[in-house]
């Protein structure tokens, strides 16, 4: 807009695959069956618009919005549960296939940011920041077991996403 004051925007999309593996029995003594571990597909679009002032040599500011949209899509099995909150064997009654694309879960959200910044001298500033975040990954580990496990998740069905909400002061 001028020399100080200034709006960027951008798209964003991403596509997730994982393919977490086979699970199979160690040796023929073990009575662990072979089990065959579903991929995962999801999508992220996201867009945004951010607003950069210079408001004088001292102080400057930027607030921002950001809009993310995610799907988890087929092809797959998914679990159903009785919808009491507690998953177990108890609670399962039974299974839903999913076509490839058609979707499982959907979520959304604003993602809203501000930050600013005042110099103190030239050579130090002191600065204040907040942003909202949505987490639709995860990472799960295993440590208990002699061979740690760490296994990629889609937000779904029963795997909210995480937000966070962070504040920043330096």
């Known amino acids: 807009l001028t020399e100080k004051h200034s709006v960027e925007a951008g798209?964003?999309?991403?596509?997730?695959?994982?393919?977490?593996?086979?699970?199979?029995?160690?040796?023929?003594?073990?009575?662990?069956?072979?089990?065959?571990?579903?991929?995962?597909?999801?999508f992220e679009m996201a867009g945004y618009v951010q607003d950069i002032y210079e408001i004088n040599d001292r102080f400057s500011l930027s607030a921002g919005i950001r809009y993310s949209l995610y799907f988890l899509v087929g092809p797959t099995t998914v679990n159903q549960y009785d919808g009491n909150g507690y998953i177990d064997q108890n609670s399962w009654t039974g299974i839903r296939e999913f076509n490839r694309g058609e979707?499982?879960?959907?979520?959304?959200?604003?993602?809203?940011?501000?930050?600013?910044?005042?110099?103190?001298?030239?050579?130090?500033?002191?600065?204040?920041?907040?942003?909202?975040?949505?987490?639709?990954?995860?990472?799960?580990?295993?440590?208990?077991?002699?061979?740690?496990?760490?296994?990629?998740?889609?937000?779904?069905?029963?795997?909210?996403?995480?937000?966070?909400?962070?504040?920043?002061?330096?």
């Open 11 to 42: 798209l964003e999309g991403n596509r997730y695959a994982f393919s977490p593996g086979i699970k199979t029995p160690h040796g023929d003594e073990s009575n662990t069956p072979e089990e065959r571990l579903e991929n995962e597909n999801s």
């Open 103 to 170: 979707v499982i879960s959907k979520y959304s959200g604003f993602e809203p940011r501000l930050s600013a910044r005042m110099n103190v001298t030239p050579m130090s500033s002191v600065k204040f920041g907040y942003s909202r975040n949505y987490q639709y990954l995860h990472i799960i580990s295993n440590s208990t077991v002699v061979t740690p496990t760490d296994i990629w998740k889609s937000s779904g069905p029963y795997v909210k996403p995480a937000v966070g909400n962070q504040f920043a002061l330096g």
